[in-house]
């Protein structure tokens, strides 16, 4: 089982101000699309369910929830050493991937705003949230005298192109996966509340009601859209969403088990409640699901997790070596990388839960 954690030491690019991760397969990536496609939708199969969405949307229950009370108000100095390396990890990701949200909300906002008003307004509240969260979290940095440079971000990353059918399904996961993230913590500090070494666990009751509904708002555009669930290269697609949404998520659970440990939870007990729940959840939109209680489901996960953070390994022993040493790191990394993708290959292959043959139940 993974037991290290190498949770890399804080990087500043100026005092107070923090070097992004480095980026690689699993950090929270920054998505483009095309915006002309998402505009010509035709959303009438399921126009119903999306105005409702947007009407829950609109009501912005949380424009209230965001404001920092008294407890801030004190310094953090006393959480230290391991804990306050990995938790300031924990905070530089949520920041960024709520920030990848926005940017990504804000953009569609813009390009929809003449051709499909409809959606625009979703996506408009879908990054007003977003904003919200990232600016949150960049508070919760400053207490640790650090924050995001967001500007230098928006302007340095590399924007990956997804078309909108796998920006439905990946957003639609993320959504849910990060209500199920959120919620399972915060119950477990509600119960463990001397765990609690930072004010901002108390806000993700209502925080992740804000991405329940974000991924209310993608099942209804998702069902609106039959071929993304009505035919058999979307059940396809559904098994691989799932599979490397569930994959990632493992990985990058396991490899920060120490974070996990500093409030009180098993890593691995936490990763698989996570993706139980959110597989379940997404049986409501997804025309398959999978069978996360088959005998080999959750090893071929951590088998992955495994042989990722070999590679991670790997990648600092030869980091400052000289560039010929790069074909022993080739392969020194072959054997890993033909683990990941037979586990990959295993998860996929075992059989789905077909959802739609018991829709009537789910609902
Ligand atoms: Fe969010
Ligand atoms: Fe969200």
Redesign the pocket.
Known sequence: MVQANPVSQTGKLKSGVKAPVQETLLTPRFYTTDFDKVAQMDLSADDKELRAVIQELKADYNRHHFIRDEEFKQSWEHIDGQTRLAFIDFLERSCTS?FS?FLLFKELTRRLKNKSPLLSEAFEYLAR??AR?AGFINKAMADFNLSLDLGYLTKNRTYTFFPPEWIIYTVYLSEKI?YWRYIIMFRHLEKRPDYQYYPLFRYFEN?CQ??NR?GDFFKALLRSQPQLWDNWKARLWARFFLVTVFATHTLTVLERANFYKSLGIDARQYNIQVIEETNKTSARAFPVILDTQHPAFMSAMERCSNFNLQLKLLDIKYSNRPAIFSVFKFFHKLPLMIGVTWYMLRLFIIKPIDTEATRQQVH
């Open positions: 709520e949200g949230d977003e969260h990060g925080w804000d991405e974000h």
